[in-house]
């Protein structure tokens, strides 16, 4: 009886010996492409292998048992991207813990999660990231920790460049966010962001709670989310003039170094005041005055006061467009088509005030019902537009109602089925700068086709592009710094780059593969392919970039799903 007892524990030790050994003599391999932070339990679980010849896998949990098994599909060649792919989907293993994939028993992933709430850390992150571009404050360890700095730019002395047709005086213009790797802060681009979070508050006002992301304004309650766009709101309403038309932009007049805010020695300017800027901001004042009128009444009543000035000052100055002058070299933000910026105000303006004059400017600025990828500061607005319609049905004509929700099915649709015959299962295969904007942006669209339908389908085909996001691609990066395991390091971020703290700030969507490489005089790009036109190098700053309208779409689809999911 001892012998057999000795016996059997022998055999318990050789056993785990064995399991032990396997574990240690798998090689991780980026060549499987997954979500490296996780899935929800009822998600679609996919995950690429790239120029890989396995045929079946295995999902093994911490105690290297084998949970899940089955066979590669093969999804052909990605010619974007030069891969042979091959797929598996695991969507039938719900139970939460943490696990790995593993090819021929040779091969493994990352590891990764299934849980309920996988998002919940990387939604609050992605908008404390803008609590990390606040301007003209300090950044406390109480808040920031790590991340703490003093304050730059107070912005309170502001000098009048030519191009806002004033010479004289100054303009008091301080807070707002940092647009992007930069210190400069723009109109049209602002009020894109705002106007995108705004829609996931309208939908899910406690989406965010109070007191959830530790920001100066916790426990005054209000949601944190509503305060920190309304650090963005409060400076958007400084750069109006007083004739109502809308400054373009606050930079200096060219980028300055990798350095911290408090070490930043430029003159700032007021610079253009133009017909994009002045509809941008006559839009997103009145979609916040709508949304802060039960919140704060006094302000809400002074944001819509201001949207309808910048209104009829864009009546009279319907094409005045911004160039940056000779002596000006920070971002453009180009566009010198207006019907769909006029669309955007004279919808957000209808919705607050439900005044006809605003109804008829809708039917002239009337626009197709489409996501034109690229430049979402200058082809997004329209859809903004078309979303705050879309949630607010009951105030509009039956039948334009239906048209708008006809298109945006239609819409999403044509993603779903991009998806499906995708090698990666995406739904973009053409990539510039910002691209992940645009495919986040995709999300979004299939997230609002899930609310109006209550198809499943679409919220499928949401997790499908945020898998990409967090690993799923032709880099193997999850595009979200701090998270992951194949994590972005070096984004072209300022404060990141200044503050001698290996880690980036948490929370940043970094631009993307962009196959112009517009940065390719300083960048060596390992990779002919434009799905891997992306540098983890910080002077790429047309791959690497942080920006504030590429984490908004980020913000929504995150929050979407953790709202879906519960």
């Known amino acids: 009886m001892k012998n057999l007892l000795s016996f059997a524990i022998l055999l318990v030790f050789i056993l785990f010996s064995c399991e032990s050994q396997k574990k240690e003599s798998l090689v991780v391999s980026d060549q499987i492409r997954l979500n490296q932070v996780g899935y929800y339990p009822e998600a679609t679980k996919e995950f690429i ?14 105690d290297q048992k084998t ?88 912005d309170d002395a502001c000098l009048y460049h030519p191009s806002s047709g004033k010479s004289d005086g100054t303009l008091n213009s301080p807070g707002g966010w940092y647009d992007a790797g930069d210190y400069g802060k723009y109109i049209v681009n602002a009020s894109l962001t705002v106007g995108e979070m705004l829609l996931l508050l309208e939908q899910f006002p406690n ?49 300055g ?85 006029f669309f955007w105000a004279a919808s957000e303006l209808f919705l607050a005030t439900k005044e006809l004059n605003y109804k008829k400017a809708m039917k002239t600025y009337e626009q197709e019902y489409q996501h034109q990828l690229a430049d979402s500061w200058m082809h997004f607005v329209r859809n903004v537009g078309f979303h705050s319609l879309l949630e607010n049905k009951d105030a509009l004509d039956p039948e334009m109602a239906s048209s708008l929700t006809e ?21 973009l295969d053409s990539f510039v700068w910002g691209s992940n904007s645009d495919i986040l942006n995709q999300a979004l669209i299939l997230c609002v086709a899930h609310r109006i339908s209550g198809d499943e389908k679409y919220l499928h085909g949401a997790e499908q592009i945020t898998d990409y996001i967090f690993g799923k691609n032709a880099t193997g990066y999850s595009f979200m710094t701090g998270f992951g395991s194949k994590k972005v390091m070096f984004p072209h971020h300022r404060p990141s780059g200044a503050d001698g703290i290996k ?11 962009n196959n112009d490489r517009q940065d390719a005089h300083e960048v060596d790009y390992t990779s002919e392919f434009a799905a891997k036109a992306f540098e983890d190098v910080e002077p790429s700053f047309a791959s690497n970039e942080v920006c504030i309208n590429w984490n908004a779409p980020a913000v929504y689809v995150l929050g979407y799903l953790q709202q879906a999911h519960k």
């Open 407 to 427: 298109g945006h099915l239609n819409l999403a649709d044509g993603i779903l089925q991009k998806i499906n015959d995708h090698p990666y299962h995406i739904g």
């Open 49 to 62: 292998v790239a120029d890989l010849q396995a045929k079946s896998f295995e999902v093994i949990d911490q």
């Open 67 to 154: 949970v899940f098994s089955g066979e590669l599909a093969d999804r052909g060649t990605w010619a974007t991207s030069g891969e042979k792919v091959r797929m598996g989907n695991f969507s039938k293993l719900n139970a939460p813990g943490t696990y790995t994939i593993v090819l021929d028993g040779k091969t493994s992933s990352y590891s990764f999660e299934i849980k309920d709430d996988i998002y919940e850390d990387a939604l609050k992150a992605a908008i404390k990231s803008y609590y990390f571009q606040r301007a003209s404050m300090a950044i406390d360890e109480a808040h920031g920790g790590i991340y703490k700095r003093a304050a730059g730019h107070p």
């Open 207 to 255: 989406a965010i709670e109070d007191g959830s992301l530790n920001i100066p304004e916790s426990g005054n309650g209000i949601s944190d989310l509503w305060d920190e766009l309304k650090y963005e709101l409060d400076w958007i309403l400084t750069m109006q003039d007083d004739d109502g038309g809308v400054y373009f932009k606050l930079t200096a007049l060219g980028f």
């Open 257 to 341: 170094g990798f350095i911290m805010p408090e070490a930043y020695d430029l003159d700032r300017y007021i610079i253009g005041k133009v017909t994009t800027s002045t509809l941008d901001f006559s839009a997103v004042l009145a979609q916040a005055s709508r949304l802060y009128k039960e919140i704060d009444p006094a302000w809400s009543d002074k944001a819509l006061k201001a949207s309808v000035k910048a209104w009829n000052w864009a009546q009279k100055n319907n094409d005045i467009e911004f160039k940056n002058p000779e002596d000006v070299s920070t971002g453009q933000y180009g566009d010198n088509e207006y019907s769909d910026d």
């Open 503 to 513: 880690d980036p700030v948490p929370g940043f969507i970094l631009g993307g593969p």
